[in-house]
């Protein structure tokens, strides 16, 4: 990695103490405001043992790097700095830094050409990451008060690898948490971005965070392909099926091993053993077991062929045969394929997702975010996507649009929209508390700011409590507590064993004219008070429910109750075909709640389901637990025997709900 120096101009101020805020930290990375782009910082490193290298980054290019206690001097040209101590968790920055004022004349940039103006980015299979980071790093470079920035790059297949990706560390909400992130694509620190990839493809190989769009505003990505050079999962053509063995056929561009009789995924170059297989017609159905979509599949095999394999399992006696397709996974998330965090007003125009190492997209703390077209849409021959959801949006505000995309093959929803609750652990005083992340997914980000107002939820009923709460100052004990001081006292009723969510980070969605098709679990999962319409979507063969109302404060601390929701003029085609996770009903409100019969106030309210087209086997339109203000009206429903029935084969199975309106069927 590149050191870079940088050397005030002769007329420097008196250097003076620098105000840098630090604010949330990641594993091994700190986030730093700076006085100013255009001011030549300098200090030492922490004095730290533990870590023997520190980096200080601009978000796309190393600054500077060097040993503990060692002194530097940089010139930030952006306003936030990241600062990477190896081995090193939660390292303090701040007391030494100085400043200079620095007269360095910037020079806007309104376009930047791939292939032109001495950016040439290859396309022949070597690693295209430094060179495109040059761009971005150009880009940023331009200042905080630039126009728009355009980066425009020739139709290709542009390749990228952890080795010379630029190494991060940072939390991501709902996937394994990595000590260090490479990073291929850094798209950090910009305002008002675009990047035209004009029919292009980013390749992706072995184990690394693909794309990041972190503390920028106004990103617009166009006409790209994300993939990966080879698939995580692997997908098998059952062959034969005799003497008690299935015979499984896989492609030559899959990676996979058989070693000592295991059969192996190798996906990110890493040997995993798969845990499940799901199972697909030829032309991308799903199997319709009606049981849970992942089934049980032993690795103890023998390889046949360079391409067959045989396993010591009987696939007839789990209702499969010859012809069909089995996906092999296991249930590791790396690396989600694009990260947005902290990130506001971010459009994706046309950005195709082929698989992934997690799920696709991950949204974090980030405002308004905009999805036109594109998806996740299957290679040519394969019948799986992405390693779980297919968008996936945790403690996000402002309006998530979402209009003409196709979600397809995903192992996982096709959008997840969500508040991440923390539970109660500690009452050290009246206004003080001690808050867990609570599951280890999803730990580390920051879900309160100081500032920012507090819904207090009740563990085992799910109420909210009507009086919101306010932090005065958070302070981030560890990776999974968090001390936060309170304006006014506890509620009475709330103490240890509740929970706590960010009362002014829940978003809108519009969810519109979307595909969601042949996926496992549901179609979509909403869990957001503010206003939530589905409307003029096909929802086709999802193996579980096709729209889902959830939350919880007992299992993934999932919460944001539903206050206003529209599901209009869709087309709902034979989904719930297998059981899954509260998947027991086309439209499922199935919040998490331990004690319903106590509750005060339903969790769910004002859900409107009008106008939509069913085609289903006779399993329950909506199945309701604690719900109010339910209305299902005008709706053409058809009914068949497709496929094994659910719950007597009652339209509606509600429980604990009030004031319905269900139209006579």
């Keep these: 990695m590149a050191m870079l120096a940088a050397t005030a101009s002769a007329d420097a101020q008196t250097t003076r103490q620098a105000k840098v805020e630090q604010l949330y930290s990641g594993r091994q990375m700190q986030v730093l405001c700076v006085p100013s782009h255009d001011y030549v910082l300098s200090g030492t490193a922490p004095r730290d043992a533990n870590s023997k290298k520190y980096r200080i980054l601009n978000g796309s290019t190393v600054l500077w790097e060097g040993e503990s206690g060692k002194s530097f001097r940089i010139l930030p040209r952006c306003r936030k700095l990241y600062l990477v101590g190896e081995n090193s968790t939660n390292s303090q920055w701040q007391a030494e830094w100085q400043y200079e004022q620095n007269s360095r004349a910037i020079i806007p940039c309104e376009e930047l050409n791939g292939g032109k103006d001495g950016y040439n980015i290859p396309t022949d299979g070597t690693d295209a990451g430094p060179a495109l980071r040059t761009m971005l790093d150009r880009a940023a470079d331009t200042g905080c008060e630039k126009k728009q920035t355009t980066i425009n790059l020739p139709k ?60 920028s505003e106004g990103v617009e990505l166009n006409d790209i392909t994300i993939k990966h050079d080879a698939p995580y999962y692997n997908e098998g053509k059952i062959v034969e099926i005799k003497d008690g063995s299935t015979t499984l056929e896989f492609a030559e561009k899959l990676r996979w091993q058989v070693k000592e009789g295991k059969y192996y995924l ?141 979600y397809e093959g995903m192992m996982d929803d096709a959008i997840n929209v969500h508040s991440t609750c923390l539970g109660i652990e500690q009452v050290l005083s009246p206004t003080e508390i001690i808050a867990r992340y609570m599951h280890p997914q999803a730990v580390g980000f920051e879900v309160f700011e100081a500032g920012e107002n507090i819904q207090f939820i009740k563990g085992k009923t799910l109420e909210n409590h009507p009086t919101l709460g306010k932090a005065v100052s958070v302070q981030k004990i560890d990776e999974t507590h968090l001390k936060i001081t309170l304006a006014e006292p506890l509620p009475d009723g709330i103490g240890e064993g509740d929970a706590i969510e960010n009362a002014d980070w829940y978003p809108a969605v519009n969810f519109i004219g979307c595909t969601v098709q042949h996926n496992r679990a549901r179609g979509t999962l909403f869990t957001t008070p503010k206003p ?29 109750r539903c206050l206003d929701v529209k599901i209009i003029n869709n087309l709902f085609d034979h989904n719930l075909i297998q059981r899954y996770q509260f998947t027991e009903g086309i439209i499922s409100i199935y919040p998490m709640v331990k004690h319903p019969e106590k509750q005060t106030a339903r969790y769910h309210q004002n859900i409107l389901i009008e106008g939509n087209t069913f085609y289903t086997h006779r399993v329950p339109l909506i199945y309701a637990i604690s719900a109010e203000g339910i209305i299902f009206r005008n709706n053409t429903v058809q009914f068949d025997d497709k496929h094994a029935p659910m719950h007597n084969k009652r339209p509606y199975v509600l429980q604990h709900c009030g004031k319905t309106d269900l139209q006579k069927l």
């Design 266 to 406: 190798m996906g990110d170059g890493v040997p995993r053993p798969h845990r499940a297989v799901l199972a697909f017609e030829s032309d991308g159905r799903m199997v319709a077991t009606g049981k849970g979509g992942d089934m049980p599949w032993p690795n103890t095999c023998e390889q046949v062929t360079d391409k067959r394999v045989r396993f010591f399992n009987d696939a007839s006696k789990m209702g499969l045969k010859e012809g069909q397709i089995l996906v092999l996974r296991h249930y590791g998330r790396p690396h989600p394929a694009m990260v947005l965090y902290r990130a506001n007003d971010t459009v994706l125009n046309n950005v195709v997702f082929r698989d992934s190492q997690g799920m696709a997209l991950i949204a974090q703390r980030s405002r308004n975010i905009t999805i036109n077209g594109g998806g996740c849409k299957c290679a040519k021959g394969r019948v799986y996507t992405v390693s779980a959801d297919a968008t996936h949006f945790s403690n996000c505000a402002g309006t998530i649009n979402v209009t003409g995309a196709v």
């Design 156 to 215: 290709g297949e542009y390749h990228f690898y952890p080795e010379g990706a630029l190494q991060m560390s940072f939390y991501i909400s709902n996937h394994d948490q990595q000590d260090m992130q490479p990073v291929g694509i850094p798209i950090v620190g910009q305002k008002g971005l675009k990047i035209n990839g004009n029919g292009s493809t980013f390749v992706f190989h072995g184990a690394m965070q693909p794309v990041l769009i972190m503390d």
């Design 532 to 560: 939530v319409l589905v409307k003029d979507c096909k929802f086709i063969g999802s193996s579980g429910s096709a729209i889902l109302l959830a939350g919880d404060a007992q299992g993934w601390y999932e919460s944001g």
